[in-house]
């Protein structure tokens, strides 16, 4: 009787390329194709389930990549992430106390209570992308870098830094797409203010969970970098 054949991994080396050079190409070409005015009602259509798509990716390579052990702690910390963000928003919108004065346009849907559904997952993507890119400069510049960044406090003030450039690079871009609007001529200094205090907030919470610790997947960093390039091209328009 012959032993069953060991099952290849799920996730082999050129899967994993394969992955990096669609989310490369996908993101890309839709920077492209806003700049030269293609495809438009197309893009506006898969702009929710984009989000969304990008949100469940990362969450089951960084599951994957932390084991069954704590693939609970990373759930409720994933959904406590999206639940508390759909309502920090829900907030803000409403009362302008929170990012500034702004309003949702009708690009992301469906929404609920004046807030797209996928917001939270938005969000989520934030915090785990920009996780992996702290780690990879950590990792890469540990050594001859700020002694700060060597330090779990250090690491959560990056993480913040990373989310809070992110929103930089997309707001310009958010607005051309219709995702929102801002009711200022400007897109106002307290919309930052908040994206630091929460960005330090929620990636606290995720190093005291220990959920960040053991490395995050290098799909994360790339969903990062892809998704900037993505708003730079955009906002080329």
């Not at 929404?111 to 993507?125: D, K, M």
């Not at 700060?148 to 929103?167: E, H």
Request: proline content about 5%; overall charge positive; glycine content about 8%.
């Amino acid at each position: 009787m012959t032993a069953d054949p060991v099952e290849k991994p799920l996730h082999t080396r050129q899967t994993k390329i394969t992955t990096l050079v669609s989310l490369y190409l996908l993101l890309c070409a839709g920077g492209l194709w806003h700049v030269l005015g293609w495809f438009q009602p197309l893009m506006r259509a898969l702009a929710a389930p984009m989000l969304f798509s990008l949100a469940v990716l990362l969450f089951l390579a960084c599951a994957r990549r932390k084991g069954v052990a704590d693939s609970s702690r990373w759930a409720l910390f994933s959904i406590g992430v999206i639940v508390s963000a759909f309502f920090l928003e829900w907030f803000g919108v409403h009362s302008g106390k929170v990012f500034g004065p702004y309003a949702y346009g009708q690009v992301l849907q469906p929404q609920l209570l004046g807030v797209p559904v996928v917001i939270g997952c938005a969000w989520l993507t934030m915090i785990l992308s920009s996780a992996g890119v702290m780690e990879w400069l950590v990792r890469r510049f540990g050594r001859t870098g700020p002694a700060l960044f060597r330090s779990a406090g250090g690491q959560v003030i990056l993480i913040a830094l990373l989310m809070v450039f992110f929103d930089w690079v997309m707001e310009p871009a958010a607005v051309k797409l219709d995702y929102w609007r801002w009711l200022e001529e400007e897109i106002p200094l307290q919309n930052y203010s908040a994206w630091i205090i929460f960005s330090l907030l929620y990636a606290a919470a995720a190093l005291r969970l220990g959920l960040l610790k053991g490395g995050c997947p290098a799909l994360a960093r790339h969903v990062w970098a892809a998704q900037v390039i993505y708003f730079l091209l955009v906002r080329l328009r």
